[in-house]
């Protein structure tokens, strides 16, 4: 199979390339041969990127295949431009040992639809007690280890596992969250949560998690990674940390950038997340942060969740949206479009420096010869209404109804066409 | 007239005068030997409690009564909600077998406005989680005004257990509106730190706001919220924070002492202050079935259908 994609502006952050080119795809890789006989695919007024990673993305399989399977997942994610996606661990049984991880891979190879790249726990059955086998793990292909859904909550629990995931250069990501401030928490809490009579999660909840966290890190040598950084003061933190030399990485949600809590004012479930949205001054730090550096990439915290179950009175909702199939338009739209950061930035955020933190080295670009071609084009200029049907399985997407600009044309995992025209193949 | 009831927040300052003029003529009903009137005559009103109550779900039966209204009462326990329903399948039900308002009590903030997502006809706000209570908040304006002859400029003060307290949200935002002054009194726990910004003072010191305030109300504090660690002991909230007798001595004259019900004598009010003829919680109950009538009636349209009373 031999293609070119024509006419494109190339955005390749990795190599720092920005113009208008052909970009020749063949036997699975970007070629630099000649393009006779290739077929030629149209780009004209598209922008061609590497293709997007996820770092934070729930499969829900094994489990919870109502509300999304691997392959279900996998498509929403090729759907929304994403050729790698890192599944995380909070399946039931939970991915605390090989057997599981295996079964996720499996599944991904069969739906060929992204790249999956497993998380596993990092205590079994994310009960913050006793450490997985990292080591048999890693060696199992596993880059990344996270309790997602829940904080490791004993310091020394953090401590030992930073430390000797040292090993196997294994990231430890954590979800930075202060169980007992925390608890029965529906919303942010400040002045919309006040009036909304819903309990608050103050932003100290994070803070303190993420700041005993940097301490270890620091302590350790070892790799931390924040998930969904929600507030100001937890930017700052990250900030300070790595001035200092601190081994930390982060991720914002595209939610996070683009919401705030005063959007919850008509209790809607599709918004209660975890971490929760918050104020004006916290998603304004998120996105400095983003454009700064501070925080290296973006990550979807796709969370699928049945109807009925976010059909629910708001306390009872769990939290979480969907979100592969809009992350790329809400960043487009919410922080490119107003100048908040570049293009190249925006791009660097949702495949460069996520494929560099899960150490997913096909992906990411640069878009160069001999390289995977990994690859995505979108239209910017696109406008479309975010509604259902999704290609995931689940609809609870905190943007529905709302109009979002730059759509996802072509998908492209090593060389095969996955999303063709806006449209899933096969 | 609104659709649905379900904040006070929706209701302008002509709004809230007019359901409590229309309640001011509802009021009369109550003291006929036959308290009926055709008004409602014809429609149905579901009571849909998920919680346990026994005034305002009497108090909205007698109302809907009242006018002439059919009226189902639905609690939670002993119903297909027991079984696993949801609010929504529960909602859908109701709404298929022609209920024109659902008054709704739920332990969850926010469902009133859940259900109106799901129907078509009116609901109406009986008290959600810790949101809001905006009935509770519309008698206590009427009698307010019934005793003090107005509510613009008046002081109030709300003491208690405010963060929890879905009876202090709308009863704040609604004296707010009408003009008078609030002061939310408790210990900095149960005051929420945005609070100032619902247009209320706060202080700490029920002692120093007692001599100036018109309006003395006090609010129920659950038990439970000691073994959480909001106060150290009861001992400790009552001595600062409960209506004793010499706090009453404190207050003005003309000062009214309220309080929503149900109360827990001896903590955040004293027994013998709460049968002092200051004291107008009975009132308050009196007063629920007027302004609830006057509610029903003008959501549901009962001026097409005949006259006020």
């Known amino acids: 199979m031999k293609f070119l994609l024509k006419g494109a502006r190339v955005v390749d952050p990795a190599s720092g390339r920005d113009e208008s080119a052909d970009v020749l795809v063949e036997d699975g890789l970007v070629g630099d041969g000649s393009a006779a006989g290739a077929s030629e695919i149209d780009c004209g007024g598209l922008v061609l990127a590497p293709g997007l990673v996820d770092l934070h993305t729930h499969l829900r399989e094994p489990g919870r295949e109502d509300k999304e399977t691997v392959e279900s997942g996998t498509r929403a994610a090729a759907l929304g431009g994403f050729t790698a996606v890192s599944a995380m661990a909070n399946t039931d049984p939970v991915a605390d040992s090989l057997a599981v991880i295996q079964e996720v891979q499996l599944l991904a190879e069969r739906a060929g639809a992204c790249d999956v790249f497993p998380v596993a726990a990092i205590t079994k059955a994310l009960e913050g007690e006793s450490l997985v086998e990292i080591g048999e793990l890693a060696a199992g292909g596993v880059r990344m280890f996270s309790d997602d859904g829940h904080c490791v909550q004993q310091a020394r629990v953090l401590r030992m596992a930073l430390e000797y995931s040292k090993a196997?250069?294994?990231?430890?990501?954590e979800h930075a969250e202060e169980a007992s401030l925390a608890e029965g928490s529906q919303m942010h809490e400040g002045y919309h949560s006040s009036v909304l009579g819903l309990a608050g999660n103050p932003a100290a909840s994070e803070e303190i998690i993420v700041a005993r966290d940097l301490m270890l890190a620091k302590l350790t040598g070892g790799r931390l990674h924040v998930c969904h950084l929600s507030s100001a003061g937890s930017v700052n933190l990250v900030r300070r940390a790595k001035a200092e030399g601190v081994s930390v990485t982060a991720e914002v949600t595209p939610h996070h950038l683009a919401l705030v809590d005063e959007d919850l004012s008509?209790?809607?479930?599709?918004l209660k997340v975890n971490p929760p949205i918050r104020s004006v001054e916290d998603r304004d730090a998120l996105q400095a942060g983003l454009a700064d550096g501070t925080i290296d990439a973006v990550a979807t915290d796709h969370a699928p969740h049945a109807v009925e179950d976010k059909e629910q009175e708001f306390d009872q909702a769990p939290p979480g949206t969907i979100g592969l199939e809009t992350a790329l338009a809400v960043i487009l739209t919410d922080l490119v479009k107003p100048g908040l950061i570049s293009l190249e930035r925006a791009l660097e955020a949702l495949s460069v420096a996520p494929a560099r933190i899960l150490r997913a080295e096909d992906h990411g670009g640069p878009i160069e010869p001999g390289r995977p071609a990994n690859l995505m084009a979108f239209d910017p200029d696109a406008e479309w209404l975010v509604e259902a049907p999704f290609a995931s399985k689940s609809r609870n997407s905190a943007f529905l109804g709302r109009t979002l600009t730059g759509k996802v044309m072509h998908t492209i995992l090593r060389g095969e066409l996955?999303?063709?025209?806006?449209?899933?193949?096969? | 007239m609104i659709k649905h009831l379900l904040s006070v927040n929706q209701l302008s300052r002509e709004d809230v005068t007019r359901i409590l003029d229309t309640a001011e003529s509802f009021r009369e009903v109550g003291t006929r030997v036959i308290k009926k009137v055709p008004a409602l005559r014809g429609r149905t009103v579901v009571n849909l409690f998920y919680e346990n109550s026994t005034r305002t779900r009497i108090s909205f039966e007698l109302a809907a009564k009242r006018l002439s209204a059919d009226v189902i009462n639905f609690t939670a326990s002993g119903s297909s909600v027991s079984k696993g329903e949801s609010l929504k399948d529960t909602a859908l039900t109701l709404e298929a077998m022609g209920a024109d308002a659902i008054v709704i009590r739920h332990s969850s903030s926010g469902a009133a406005h859940t259900?109106?997502?799901?129907?078509?006809?009116?609901v109406l706000n009986a008290g959600d989680g810790t949101h809001e209570h905006p009935t509770q908040a519309l008698l206590d304006l009427y009698t307010i005004r019934e005793k003090l002859g107005r509510i613009e400029g008046l002081r109030t003060v709300?003491?208690?257990?405010?963060?929890?307290?879905?009876?202090?949200?709308?009863?704040?935002?609604?004296?707010?509106?009408m003009g008078a002054e609030v002061t939310l009194v408790g210990p900095p726990t149960l005051i929420p730190p945005d609070a100032p910004s619902w247009?209320?003072?706060?202080t700490y010191d029920l002692d120093e706001v007692l001599p100036k305030a018109d309006v003395c109300y006090m609010l129920r504090v659950q038990r439970e919220r000691q073994r959480r660690q909001y106060f150290p002991s009861v001992r400790e909230y009552s001595r600062l924070f409960g209506l004793s007798r010499d706090r009453v001595a404190a207050l003005p004259e003309h000062a009214m002492i309220m309080h929503p019900g149900p109360m827990n004598r001896g903590v955040e009010i004293a027994s013998d202050v709460a049968?002092?003829?200051?004291?107008?919680?009975?009132?308050?109950?009196?007063?629920g079935i007027a302004v609830r009538m006057s509610l029903l009636y003008l959501m549901l349209g009962g001026a097409a259908s005949g006259e006020a009373a």
């Open chain 1, 168 to 173: 196997f250069d294994a990231v430890i990501a």
């Open chain 1, 266 to 270: 008509g209790y809607d479930t599709n």
């Open chain 2, 275 to 287: 049968d002092l003829p200051q004291s107008v919680i009975t009132e308050q109950v009196t007063n």
């Open chain 1, 418 to 426: 996955i999303v063709h025209e806006g449209k899933l193949q096969a």
């Open chain 2, 115 to 122: 259900l109106a997502r799901f129907i078509s006809g009116s």
């Open chain 2, 199 to 202: 247009g209320a003072a706060v």
């Open chain 2, 158 to 177: 709300i003491v208690g257990d405010v963060m929890h307290s879905r009876v202090a949200r709308s009863l704040t935002f609604s004296l707010a509106r």
